[in-house]
């Protein structure tokens, strides 16, 4: 609309000064389409010279927050740029419902980084990856008659959100009903309690942790051999996931089961015990297997499950796991259903989920 009251502003301008025989309006009506020439042009020139990128940032944060994604321009030319705007695509990871936001602002000459970062914030209601993707990017000439755009690719960002920290009353089982097993873990932290011992040496697997390997045998051998360790009451829970499902899962039902999954894990670690929790990873090729041994491992393996494609169907589950029969296994499903040594414990509702764990009782024993 600017343009079409542009050029017709000019013409008119142009019409009088001829029709009043005035020289000095029509050099000024020439000089004025000689700029607005330029203006149009200049939009092409700086539109080249004008990048966007999202710095790589390790975000984490928790639910129902503000997840801010820094944007960094960089204009290589030396004059300023007055206004850009800056299209960006906003979704969770898994969800069909991408939000659509606009980011306006303006770029100064190549100098200090810092000049040039903008924010734009996404809320944060759900669990999981929220991504920014910049779309497009379109730079206005210095009266806003012209605009000129371009396409971005390859210019992502990612935000990790973590459930929330709920407390649960469980009743843990007697600890002879562990599993004691040989536990890939060195001793205890504290001074006076070291009481491990290396049970035995084995070469090295997909999963072991590197810290743990046997640097002397293995360069006599030229093979990675691990040190396995074994201490007094270390205990073993194998955590199943089952996460596959009969119809596509919403996001809403997706945070359901990462909240369960977290809170349910946390609290386990507050007793003196070791949780293998395994869950099927298409990216890589079949089962994983998550060793936790302390509390400060919880956010690392949901930020690992956030990031995996472990959402199947039932057949691809049982290709590799059945486990409700299994003694001291424990398994939860994207049914919200919490099973222990093939005995069902509780049957969470999505809508309640927050006041089921943090109000209900749960006996493992």
């Keep these: 609309m600017k343009k079409i009251v542009t050029v017709l502003l000019l013409l008119l301008a142009w019409y009088f000064a001829g029709m009043n025989r005035q020289p000095y309006v029509m050099a000024a009506v020439i000089c004025g389409t000689i700029f607005v020439v330029l203006s149009f042009f200049l939009t092409r020139y700086l539109k080249h010279k004008l990048t966007a990128e999202i710095p790589e940032q390790s975000s984490i944060i928790r639910k129902n927050m503000q997840a801010e ?4 321009t960089d204009n290589k030319c030396r004059l300023p740029i007055n206004k850009y705007k800056l ?6 990871q898994g969800s069909n419902r991408p939000v659509i936001k606009k ?21 944060a209601p759900y669990c999981g990856m929220i991504s920014a993707e910049l779309r497009r990017l379109r730079v206005y000439d210095y009266f806003m008659i012209f605009s000129s755009s ?19 009353n469980i009743r843990m089982p007697a600890f002879g009903s562990y599993t004691n097993e040989p536990v890939a873990e060195t001793s205890s932290d504290k001074k ?21 390997i046997h640097r002397n045998y293995s360069a006599r051998t030229e093979k990675l ?13 194998d955590l199943f996931l089952d996460s596959s499902y009969y119809k596509e899962t919403d996001i809403e039902h997706r945070d359901a089961f ?11 670690m507050e007793n003196d015990i070791v949780i293998r929790v395994h869950y099927l990873d298409k990216h890589r090729g079949g089962a994983v297997m998550f060793e936790l041994d302390s509390r400060k491992d919880v956010d690392r393996f949901i930020l690992d499950l956030y990031k995996s494609d472990c959402f199947c169907t039932q057949e691809e589950f049982l290709n590799y796991f059945n ?14 259903e919490w099973y222990f040594c093939g005995r069902p414990i509780y049957r969470f509702q999505k809508k309640n989920i927050y006041y089921e764990l943090v109000n209900r009782y749960f006996d493992l024993s």
């Design 103 to 123: 980011l306006s602002g303006n770029a100064c000459p190549a100098g200090d980084p810092e000049e040039n970062l903008a924010s734009v914030y996404f809320a």
């Design 69 to 72: 994604f820094k944007i960094r």
């Design 258 to 268: 990462y909240e369960l999954v977290y809170a349910v894990v946390n609290n386990l």
């Design 87 to 92: 299209t960006i695509c906003m979704n969770y």
């Design 192 to 212: 006076g309690e070291d009481h491990s011992e290396i049970r035995f040496i084995r070469e090295y697997r997909e999963g072991d942790l590197t810290r743990h």
């Design 225 to 237: 051999w691990v040190k396995e360790y074994q201490r007094e009451n270390d205990f073993i829970f």
């Design 150 to 168: 371009s396409k971005l690719r390859d210019k992502k960002g990612e935000v990790a959100v973590l459930p929330p920290i709920r407390k649960m």
């Design 323 to 336: 486990v409700l029969a299994m003694n001291n296994a424990m398994l939860l499903n994207t049914s919200l």
